[in-house]
């Protein structure tokens, strides 16, 4: 069996990690949620570069996207988000736990609190006060890290100005050198501060941006043969390439509206106060180079583009767009990583299991609640054949020969293994599971999948194009389409076959469906007869 190709052509050269060169450089089990969304934003509204090209949209344009595919040399993407040290200085300095505060990084808090106050005037406020508020503000923007010192956290991404690389301090080097003046840790921040190491941002939502740009600059013939075969689930300026790259390229443009333009001024305006360390710091910047996803990821990447172009254009502010965004590149991660190991399972274990959705696998969902014994156990052995899947993936010939090449020592393969099992493998499918909450008990044991409101609520409105009305058995079609998702019906029949499980109708229950009940619940479900009944979008098209 042939290993994946990479997107964009490069040689593959790395420390023969089966998982990575499976599934692509790379999901990792550190990243959290927010942190997808928000690398995979930084790019979205970073300037960026193929060969010497600047693209200034969202998105490369169709025929740099078909050129950039074609070719056979190396071309990067590389792009440049602001690294932003004064704004997070004066935003997370008082959040970082003691232990974690260098002397220098007083002393810059110091100095930006200074400048802050220094230009506030006002006849009924102290600056002292006033510049808390606006510190207490910025605060409140915190994203992730609470255990991190100050530079390394992240910033929700409610607004473009919010996007900022990865800055880890060098705590080693800055106390090998008893670094003891601000002025010199920014003289030399390439020493003292490293904004290329993806211990966070650990590239998770480069490989989701690598794989949106993968399937737009597919073949449009794979993308007819692929929504033949997956169903009647996309109408024909989705099919057609050329209108869902234009459409998903103006709908990202138009996410930050002009609402967000006044906490922009007050970031940047921040972010200036201190101009030695503003400059000096612009001298040191340096692009982030994106690496690579597998070719063969395109059909999940193609679902990934239609399901974001859906949300783009509905009517819901920025804050929900943000959070569903959020829940979607979560999914995204957890359909890749099934994808592609169903694409890569053996012929024979591929013909003893069911059909699965669109890509291949399923998985069984059940209530949170009120779930019968029966639901339960079928969920969990649902979620064992999952994670029997991904872990079984990476031990296939191909890939065996693959770590033995870099690895001749077994103990080293071994480790390999156990660290793609645990970083990289089920055991980041099933820590992601539980981050998004759809994999339940937090601890302990009989894991298993469950909906949860804020995902049957994404289901709704990416499946479920704005302003179209399903009926119910529609509305399941497509859940298994796009995530194999069974609940009930015919799906759940397959799903339990794919399982290694005998279809047994019992498992369905006598009374109405709980999802039936959670629509209703969230205002998606209309019953028009006692056999008949509609899932609608309620959220209509955005069309500024």
């Known amino acids: 069996m042939t290993l994946p190709m990479p997107f964009p052509t490069k040689e593959i050269a790395g420390d023969y990690n089966p998982a990575i060169r499976l599934f692509g450089l790379r999901f990792v089990a550190d990243q959290t949620i927010v942190e997808y969304l928000s690398e995979f934003l930084s790019i979205v509204f970073s300037n960026k570069t193929i060969w010497d090209d600047t693209i200034t949209t969202p998105l490369p344009s169709l025929e740099d996207l078909q050129k950039w595919s074609a070719t056979s040399e190396y071309a990067p993407l590389r792009y440049a988000p602001p690294i932003r040290l004064n704004l997070k200085l004066l935003a997370f300095y008082g959040l970082t736990p003691l232990a974690k ?11 930006v609190a200074t400048m802050l106050e220094s230009q506030i005037k006002s006849s009924t406020v102290e600056p002292e006060e006033a510049r808390r508020c606006i510190e207490d503000f910025f605060k409140g923007f915190q994203g992730a890290g609470d255990t991190r010192t100050w530079c390394a956290r992240t910033f929700y991404p409610i607004s473009e100005s919010l996007l900022t690389q990865e800055t880890m301090w060098e705590e ?26 993806h211990n966070f941002l650990a590239r998770g939502g480069e490989l989701l941006y690598l794989q949106l740009c993968n399937a737009l600059s597919t073949e449009q013939r794979s993308i007819d043969d692929f929504v033949g075969n997956a169903g009647p689930f996309f109408d024909e300026d989705e099919v057609q390439l050329k209108t869902l790259h234009n459409s998903l390229q103006n709908g990202l443009k138009r996410l930050y ?13 921040v972010e200036r106060l201190d101009k030695e360390t503003y400059k000096r710091i612009g001298n040191y910047s340096k692009a982030l180079t994106c690496e690579w996803c597998p070719r063969d ?3 999940e ?3 990934f583009a239609v399901e974001l172009n859906r949300l783009m254009s509905t009517t819901v502010s920025l804050a929900d767009k943000l959070e569903l965004m959020m829940i979607g590149c979560a999914l995204q991660v957890l359909r890749s990583l099934c994808a592609q190991s169903a694409r890569y399972m053996s012929p024979l274990d591929k013909a003893k ?30 979620l064992q054949a999952i994670e029997a899947l991904i872990q079984g993936v990476l031990r296939i010939s191909a890939l065996e020969t693959y770590v033995r090449e870099g690895q001749k020592d077994d103990r080293k393969i071994r480790e390999r293994y156990k660290e793609a099992d645990k970083k990289y493998g089920y055991k980041l499918f099933r820590s992601l599971g539980k981050n998004l909450l759809i994999i339940i008990p937090r601890r302990g044991s009989g894991a298993r999948f469950v909906m949860t409101e804020k995902v049957l609520r994404y289901m709704v409105m990416t499946l479920v194009r704005p302003g179209e009305r399903l009926t119910y058995d529609e509305f399941l079609e497509r859940l298994y389409c796009f995530y194999g998702i069974a609940v009930e019906s015919p799906q759940l029949m ?19 469906s709980w999802l039936c009940q959670m629509l209703r619940a969230g205002g998606f479900l209309t019953e028009l007869s006692d056999a008949r009944s509609i899932v609608c979008n309620p959220f209509g098209t955005n069309i500024d």
């Open 101 to 111: 505060r260098h002397k220098v990084h007083g002393y810059g808090y110091e100095r």
């Open 172 to 197: 080693t080097k800055a106390r090998k050198d008893d670094l003891s003046t601000w002025e010199d840790s920014i003289d030399n921040f390439s020493r003292y501060y490293s904004t290329t190491k």
């Open 257 to 269: 509206g002009s609402y967000t333009a006044p906490l922009d001024e007050l970031a940047d305006y």
């Open 297 to 299: 990821s395109w059909p």
């Open 301 to 303: 990447g193609y679902l």
């Open 353 to 382: 299991k069911g059909r699965g959705g669109a890509l291949g696998y399923a998985w069984i969902f059940s209530a949170p609640d009120s779930c019968t014994r029966q639901q339960s156990l079928v969920s969990q052995r649902n």
């Open 494 to 512: 397959d799903a339990m076959v794919w399982s290694g499980l005998p279809a047994n109708q019992s498992v369905q229950s006598d009374r109405e």
